[in-house]
């Protein structure tokens, strides 16, 4: 296993929820941050939050704009491991009612996203680097009626990292694949509903509570460090695909 003192880590979707979870747990082991998302007041809120002594820089992009993505790395110099979290709510209605223009901005957002990340990530990856994705339970417990989309994206990033695993090596190309975790996006899709959700979910998940964003933190962190990691789908759920 590396360290993680002295890496220079870009996350996008650093600003919210899980990325600012890891963000954070970055920063407790000694690395430089780069965090990245649309909103500049976002972005400013929370690099304040994350403290870091001058370790943390904040750069308004929106991944699913090429020419945002291009300039964020020209900004952020040379670096070690991309971590992309960032997403937004996914289409909830049925097929036969579906918005086009709203998938394709949730399918721009995260998996178009994502290959813009990667194409522009390889000109500035130091040797011995990573990126890592998010996909997440959506793709083994898709929601009814409306779960079609995201469960598509989100299962598509296993075989674009096996893919791009072997195209990079030796970078090497992770995904983490979460189960609900208590985050902003919830407070976006469910509102006050969410506590509900969660009670009754973390009644019936086997680690007995919905996740933090800390308790993801960790698999980042080790798909980062541990060098024999690559090409792999990393499920950190609670259990919540047994049930
Ligand atoms: N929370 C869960 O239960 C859960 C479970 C499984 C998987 N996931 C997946 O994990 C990812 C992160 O979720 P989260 O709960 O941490 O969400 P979140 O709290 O809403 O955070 C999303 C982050 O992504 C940024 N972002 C969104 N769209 C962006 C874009 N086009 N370009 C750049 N940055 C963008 C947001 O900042 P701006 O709004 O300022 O851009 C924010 O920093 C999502 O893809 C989600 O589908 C979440």
Redesign the pocket.
């Known amino acids: 296993m590396t360290t993680l003192a002295g890496k220079k880590i870009v996350v996008?979707?650093?600003?919210?929820?899980?990325?600012?979870?890891i963000a954070a747990a970055a920063l407790e082991s000694g690395a430089e941050l780069v965090?990245?998302?649309?909103?500049a007041d976002?972005?400013r809120v929370?690099a304040k939050r994350l403290g870091g002594a001058g370790r943390v820089t904040a750069i308004?992009?929106?991944?699913?704009?090429e020419a945002?993505v291009s300039r964020l790395f020209e900004q952020a110099g040379s670096f070690d491991h991309l971590v992309a979290?960032?997403?937004?709510?996914?289409p909830n209605y049925p097929i036969g009612e579906t918005d086009m223009d709203f998938v394709r901005g949730f399918v721009?957002?995260?998996l178009i996203?994502a290959v813009m990340l990667a194409k522009h990530a390889v000109r500035t990856l130091n040797k011995g680097g990573s990126m890592i994705f998010?996909?997440?339970?959506?793709k083994d417990r898709p929601p009814v009626p409306g779960g079609s989309v995201?469960s598509a994206v989100?299962g598509s990033f296993t075989y674009f990292a096996r893919a791009l695993a072997l195209e990079l090596a030796p970078t090497r190309v992770n995904i983490v694949?979460?189960?609900?975790?208590?985050?902003?996006?919830?407070d976006?899709i469910v509102g006050e509903a969410k506590t509900g959700y969660f009670n009754e979910m973390g009644e019936r998940v086997p680690a007995g509570r919905?996740?933090r964003?800390a308790d993801i933190a960790p698999a980042y962190l080790y798909l980062m460090q541990n060098e024999f990691m690559t090409g792999e789908t990393v499920h950190i759920d609670g259990g919540q695909r047994l049930v």
């Not at 308004?60 to 704009?65: E, I, V, Y």
């Open positions: 996008v979707g650093g600003s919210s929820g899980i990325g600012y979870g965090i990245a998302g649309r909103s976002k972005l929370a308004a992009a929106d991944m699913a704009n945002d979290t960032a997403g937004t709510p996914p721009d957002g995260k996203g998010t996909s997440g339970i959506n995201v989100a694949s979460p189960g609900w975790v208590d985050t902003e996006m919830w976006e919905i996740a964003p």
